[in-house]
Nanobody, 124 residues
Framework: QPHLVESGGGLVQPGGSLRLSCVAS????????IGWFRQAPGKEREGVSCINSIDGSPNYPDSVKGRFTISRDTATKTVSLQMNNLKPEDTAVYYCAADWEHYCSHNQKDYTDWGQGTQVTVSS
């Protein structure tokens, strides 16, 4: 049973950076695509980055392209999300999720296992 634990959230000023980590256990990270999602109060959960299991290549929606970078370390079973030039609208709970597929997506319905989330607040 896949188990995911996020960490690294916190309070940051606009323009600042944060690095989130998602540590996986109970499954082979090489076989699962991993997605990062976020959910702000009153809003739908949206995908912000994902990484393909087949080759470790990333995929980003236009909303974060150029600011967010996802990476994978299969040795430590960690998927990281580097977030730069953060904006107040990036404030949300951030989740990582696992999908038994070669290619990732930004659709939360494709993912079967989720972490508990970590809060990111961007405010001055």
């Amino acid at each position: 049973q896949p188990h995911l634990v996020e960490s690294g959230g916190g309070l940051v000023q606009p323009g600042g950076s944060l690095r989130l980590s998602c540590v996986a256990s109970g499954f082979n990270l090489d076989l699962y695509s991993i997605g990062w999602f976020r959910q702000a109060p009153g809003k739908e959960r949206e995908g912000v980055s994902c990484i393909n299991s087949i080759d470790g290549s990333p995929n980003y929606p236009d909303s974060v392209k150029g600011r967010f970078t996802i990476s994978r370390d299969t040795a430590t079973k960690t998927v990281s999300l580097q977030m730069n030039n953060l904006k107040p609208e990036d404030t949300a709970v951030y989740y990582c999720a696992a999908d038994w597929e070669h290619y990732c997506s930004h659709n939360q319905k494709d993912y079967t296992d989720w972490g508990q989330g970590t809060q990111v607040t961007v405010s001055s």
